[in-house]
């Protein structure tokens, strides 16, 4: 039959120019579709086998092969020759002439490569290498030489000329080696070495050896997918937990999307074997994405009454009813804007998780604040700090000056050896009192500390405050300070309490038990 579709589809007579362009086109020339490093490369479980198949059968639709891919035989069926038979009408009963019937020969069982795992796929490739290029035997023929055409054989006619069972054998040879060049095309330079160095099990030599050597092209794919495809049932059961995994959400709550990529691997599925992802498992899996707690409650509503009649035989649901009918509420509900999600009780734990985190931050940066305030704006700037003390400090500095008085800021610094800073083993530090003025300042600041209710000062605070005496103004300031902590710990107090009994429904005793409990947790 010819084709008026494609050309490759016709027999290409290499003897004329047009077509030697044909297959020049298509080998030589061939345009691969994969560049650089997106060409196929032979890693086991990426995505090379689905780019591989995905252009291998673009390409075959263009250049004519796709036969050589879908309809593979696997088994050779022989029927047996019947002889003829002579009539004899005096027999009981009659018997009747019939014609002699010869022996035939058939091909049956085929499959598609690109979609089925067989262990015994090289073996099938073989089988039909020997129907294209060798003796018709079925079988893994070695060596492996190309059969010449015979007018014995049907293949040409007394004057020598190509019948059309010769030219249907030139065919399947042009189409296998435009089917070779353009998969070895595909392959990254490593991984056409590594197919090249088996190109024994796919060359077929010319026993005169006049002509070149030709390469079948599906064995060539068959090494490649065995490389790359793993076993159908291994391959087939990854599938189906991809198809549990898929959430709604992960297509932005678009219900169309998110069918169209679970049908895709339904019918991977199906392809490999029809009985292992049933109808009802993928209703069941459907079902549950309809009803995500983050969609419309109309919407959820809908499909879980539905799911309860299906469960009790009310209702008969199929994959595309069930698909029709979701797919049609969403594009109704998108439209009037009644496509509204609902926020998840998981993602309102985490935001009121983060709300919790980020009130202990607060409350702990009131406190630290509150507490080094004062330290941090006597500290002289531009210096490198020991936590909120200037580390310079704890090193004396021999410069024979009196006290080892260093100026800082326009202020004087001398060396008390009363001094130590906590975690640190040597004694000593710069402060605004001479040595022998230290009893008479520590008196002063026992006497500030019991004014403000401190009987025992923490360590870093006496160090990092050594200082001249407090003044009423400072005080003063003390108290101001502190009235503003607390004024912003009330604030933060007052906005988290109304988060969190709106959103949340907690009672007022509830949110007290939890804000006390942060209060405790960071030193408030």
């Known amino acids: 039959m010819t084709s008026f579709l494609s050309a490759y589809r ?89 014609s002699a019937v010869p022996e035939s020969v058939s091909f049956v069982n085929q499959i598609k490569v690109l979609d089925v795992y067989s262990d015994k796929l090289l073996d099938i490739a073989h089988k039909n290498a020997s129907l294209i290029w060798g003796d018709l035997s079925f079988t893994d023929q070695n060596p492996k030489e190309i059969e010449e055409l015979a007018q014995a054989n049907g293949d040409l006619t007394p004057t020598g000329r190509l019948t059309a069972s010769g030219k249907k054998v030139i065919q399947q040879r ?11 095309a595909l392959l990254t330079d490593e991984a056409r070495q590594v197919i090249e160095q088996q190109s024994d099990l796919y060359t077929w030599k010319d026993p005169t050896g ?27 059961y990854a599938e189906i937990g991809k198809a549990k995994k898929l959430t709604v ?11 169209d990529a679970m049908k895709t691997i339904k019918l991977q599925i199906d392809q490999k074997d029809s009985m292992a992802y ?6 069941r899996d459907l079902f549950i994405q309809l009803k995500d707690e983050t969609l419309p409650m109309d919407f959820k509503h809908e499909f879980t009454s539905l799911e309860r009649r299906w469960q009790m035989d009310k209702e008969i649901v199929t994959p595309q009813s069930l698909m029709d009918d979701a797919g049609t509420y969403y594009t109704n509900l998108v439209g009037s804007g009644s496509w509204k999600l609902e926020s998840s009780k998981h993602a309102q734990i985490i935001a009121l998780t983060t709300q919790l985190s980020e009130l202990k ?12 305030k004062d330290l941090d704006e006597k500290t002289p700037s531009g210096d490198k700090k020991y936590g909120n003390f200037e580390a310079w400090r704890l090193t004396k500095v ?46 002063r600041r ?26 009423a103004s400072t005080v003063s300031t003390n108290v101001s300070k502190a009235s503003t902590a607390n004024a912003s710990k009330l604030s933060l107090a007052k906005s988290l309490q109304e988060a969190l009994t709106t959103t949340a429904g907690l009672s007022v005793d509830q949110f007290q038990k939890i804000w006390q409990n942060c209060c405790d947790a960071s030193g408030n």
Request: some cysteine; aromatic content about 8%; glycine content about 4%.
């Open 398 to 443: 021999n410069n024979n000056v009196e006290f080892n008085m260093v100026e800082k800021d326009g202020k004087k610094f001398y060396w008390c050896d009363q001094h130590q800073y906590p975690g640190c083993e040597t004694k000593g530090m710069y402060v605004f009192h001479k040595p022998a003025e230290h009893d008479s300042w520590k008196a």
């Open 278 to 283: 049933t109808d009802d498992a993928f209703v």
């Open 174 to 184: 042009i189409l296998s080696k435009i089917l070779a060049h353009q998969t070895l």
């Open 10 to 98: 016709n027999f290409i007579d290499v003897s004329t120019k047009e077509g030697l362009t044909l297959l020049s086109n298509a080998t030589d020339k061939f345009d691969c579709p994969l560049k650089g490093d997106d060409r196929i490369n032979l890693r086991t479980g990426g995505h090379d086998y689905q780019k591989l198949k995905d252009t291998l059968l673009r390409c075959s639709q263009r250049f004519g092969y796709q036969h050589l891919l879908n309809n593979v035989p696997t088994t050779r069926v022989v029927t047996s020759a019947v002889q003829a038979i002579v009539a004899n009408p005096s027999a009981v009963p009659p018997v009747l002439a019939a």
């Open 446 to 471: 026992d006497f500030h500390d019991r004014r403000r209710g401190k009987k025992n000062s923490p360590p870093n605070t006496t160090l990092a405050s050594a200082s001249q005496p407090a003044s």
């Open 210 to 236: 006049v002509e070149d050597d030709e390469m079948d092209g599906l064995t060539i794919v068959a090494l490649i997918v065995r490389r790359l495809r793993p076993h159908h049932k291994v391959d087939m």
């Open 249 to 259: 959400a992960q297509f932005d709550n678009d219900i169309h999307l998110f069918f």
């Open 361 to 372: 931050t607060e409350l702990h940066s009131l406190s630290k604040n509150n507490k080094t």
